[in-house]
């Protein structure tokens, strides 16, 4: 038995973890390069793939899942599976498939007509939220105080289009963690030519356009609850807003403590991945005014520093596991396991 293992050296990403955690255990592994033509081939002789693509890099928006159904369809195992990523940084595949499985989320809409969107608009009570179908941290997600600020936003979806992440809000943000002293004057300056230089990914994934989505507005949630479900172990973060600000993604101000975890949460976490057979799934809640935990997102993958501090874990039973753990040695674990019984099948 070997996996393999796409390597990136860059910062949050979890390949790194997964190598170290192969070579301290003894597992058969291999680095291998989906970004080269030969990747099938440089497959043959192994049993699975880890990679942790991400958001905002052109060859992995352009190829992962596409690589991820491939090798599945032919009974390699995978991490992520084709389950977990697939709506990975879609936000409108997720409002279709969350609906499906009676998943308790926030009521959203899309639009693929101009005309329909500007009647609906007119129709329904402010203020809404308004969302592109990717991005991270807050980036693409505003909100609406009335049926101006809508239908400037639809004639924009139907005309020009948006670029992939709200450039000047970033740079605005970077402005304002940078006088709280969270933020270099280097990122600044960074987040200002951003603003007038377009990323490689921009020129592959083009222009946000043709539809329009959005949400129910859920006032007065301070805070996200971020649940993260491996295989059979659930983890979470409590993210408070920014200031004078209704969103929490990204803020970077985070609580740890179990006390601060609406236990709903998770016990829901743990409904929707039984149904959707995910091997690692995130889920954004937020509360409705009724106090209920409803999903805003979800996603595989997590910046995995910014769990590091979590204290314990949850499993199936809802028993709460104490201590400190590695997300990225569960992920090899699982994998591992995976392609045991799928071999344990054919012998
Ligand atoms: N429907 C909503 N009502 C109220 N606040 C919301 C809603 N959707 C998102 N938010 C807030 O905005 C933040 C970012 O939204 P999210 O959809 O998670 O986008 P991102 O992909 O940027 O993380 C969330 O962390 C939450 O605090
Ligand atoms: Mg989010």
Redesign the pocket.
């Known amino acids: 038995m070997k996996i393999a293992i796409h390597h990136t050296d860059r910062p949050g990403f979890f390949s790194k973890r997964w190598i170290k955690y192969c070579e301290k255990n003894d597992v058969a592994f291999k680095i291998v390069n989906c970004y080269k033509s030969d990747i099938i081939c440089q497959l043959k002789d192994c049993d699975g793939l880890m990679w942790h693509f991400a958001q905002g890099l052109p060859v992995d928006y352009m190829l992962a899942t596409k690589l991820i159904a491939t090798l599945e369809t032919t009974g390699k195992k995978t991490f992520p599976n084709y389950n977990a990523s697939w709506h990975f940084d879609d936000?409108v595949a997720q409002k279709y498939l969350l609906e499906s499985i009676q998943a308790p989320s926030?009521k959203s809409w899309v639009s693929y007509s101009k005309k329909e969107a500007i009647k609906w608009v007119s129709s329904i009570h402010f203020p809404i939220?308004f969302?592109l179908k990717g991005?991270?941290?807050?980036?693409?997600?505003k909100l609406v105080k009335d049926k101006n600020d809508a239908n400037k936003l639809i004639r924009k979806a139907f005309g020009k289009g948006f670029r992939q992440f709200d450039r000047l809000n970033l740079f605005v943000y970077s402005l304002k963690r940078f006088s709280i002293g969270k933020a270099k004057i280097k990122d600044v300056i960074k987040e200002f030519f951003k603003i007038f230089v377009r990323s490689n990914y921009e020129k592959v994934a083009g222009k946000e356009r043709g539809y329009v989505y959005f949400?129910?507005?859920?006032?007065n949630?301070t805070f996200?609850i971020r649940i993260v479900v491996i295989g059979n172990r659930a983890f979470g973060i409590k993210?408070m807003?920014r200031k004078n600000d209704?969103?929490?993604?990204?803020s970077g101000s985070i609580l740890y403590d179990k006390n601060e975890i609406d236990e709903r949460c998770v016990k829901i976490a743990f409904e929707v991945v039984d149904k959707l057979k995910t091997n690692c799934l995130t889920f954004?809640f937020?509360f409705n005014t009724e106090n209920q935990p409803m999903i805003?997102?979800i996603s595989y993958g997590f910046v995995q520093e910014g769990y590091d501090d979590c204290t314990g874990y949850w499993d199936k039973s809802m028993n709460w596991i104490e201590g400190r753990f590695c997300a990225q040695d569960w992920m090899v674990e699982d994998l591992i396991t995976e392609i045991q019984n799928e071999n344990k099948l054919h012998d």
Request: net charge neutral; aromatic share 6%; hydrophobic share 40%.
């Open positions: 936000k926030i939220v969302k991005g991270a941290g807050s980036a693409n997600v949400q129910e507005f859920l006032p949630n996200d993210r807003v209704f969103r929490a993604s990204g954004d937020l805003a997102e």
